[in-house]
């Protein structure tokens, strides 16, 4: 289920489009969540964490880039899509559950946000009764970060030189809040402000213009998905451990002061499209 509660839009800027952001709690079950901290802390043992990124991005920080499989038969075993001795190693270090984590997640975002014809999911589960039947999506490998306590993941719009129209990202380990805001010029590539006309994305004047803010409230279990407007015109940025999220509620208005601890995501990108 989506959790409307999840995503604050109380500073939001008048034109933002609520339906780009989207917090599901408890996306996969515990077990499933510590089967993939399991795997992610043995893929990541052996690294150093790194002080900084050559985009200046983020510190403190591991990151490994998880094998490209594909699912090949009905109870959901999976095999790799290249056959290099790395990739084979790697993918031997992933479990089961997690294979089957990732390809749940591949194919909720596919329901979601690639279908070809309108269609309402269940009220009572968000899922579609009926088969998927939206284009071919071609996914980027999945990769896990892995931030300290007080690591640091600032402002910035991921690059669509070669991911495509959505980021989306299972949160393990640690509660953390998210922020999106407008993007300035100068945080758009160039690749960014010339994307095909089917979107109709807004001025840089107009982000520039507007004042505001976005906050995602992501506990662990829990999935985002930023698209649209959210993943071409905001930055997004984790906010430093002590951070107040407020949690609106039918009951009110509840803070939620966020100690963030070592945190590991696992993000997901669809390909570009030429």
């Not at 930055?235 to 609106?248: A, C, D, N, V």
């Amino acid at each position: 289920h989506t959790n409307q509660y999840h995503v604050n839009l109380t500073h939001a800027p008048k034109d933002f489009e609520p339906q780009s952001a989207l917090v599901y709690d408890d996306f996969i079950t515990p077990s499933e969540g510590k089967a993939f901290e399991h795997d992610i802390l043995n893929l990541t043992k052996r690294k150093r964490f790194q002080k900084g990124h050559w985009d200046h991005v983020i510190s403190d920080y591991k990151e490994t880039e998880l094998p490209y499989y594909y699912n090949d038969d009905e109870n959901g075993s999976a095999a790799a899509t290249t056959t290099t001795s790395t990739t084979k190693q790697l993918y031997s270090s992933l479990s089961q559950e997690s294979n089957v984590v990732i390809e749940k997640v591949r194919k909720h975002i596919e329901r979601t946000h690639f279908r070809k014809y309108s269609s309402t999911p269940s009220p009572d589960t968000d899922e579609y009764d009926d088969e998927y039947d939206g284009p071919t999506v071609t996914w980027l490998p999945c990769h896990a970060i892995y931030l300290k306590q007080n690591g640091i993941l600032s402002a910035h719009v991921d690059s669509v030189k070669f991911s495509g129209d959505i980021v989306a990202g299972l949160s393990l380990c640690s509660s953390s809040i998210m922020r999106l805001k407008p993007a300035s010029p100068t945080e758009l590539s160039s690749e960014q402000q010339q994307k095909d006309d089917d979107y109709n994305r807004s001025t840089c004047s107009k982000s520039l213009d507007s004042v505001g803010y976005v906050d995602l409230y992501l506990p662990p279990l829990s999935l985002y998905i930023l698209s649209g407007m959210s993943r071409f015109e905001y930055t997004h940025e984790l906010l430093p451990s002590g951070g107040t999220f407020h949690l609106q509620t039918c009951n009110g208005n509840e803070e939620i002061i966020v100690n963030r601890e070592d945190r590991i995501s696992i993000i997901f990108r669809d390909t570009k499209t030429i």
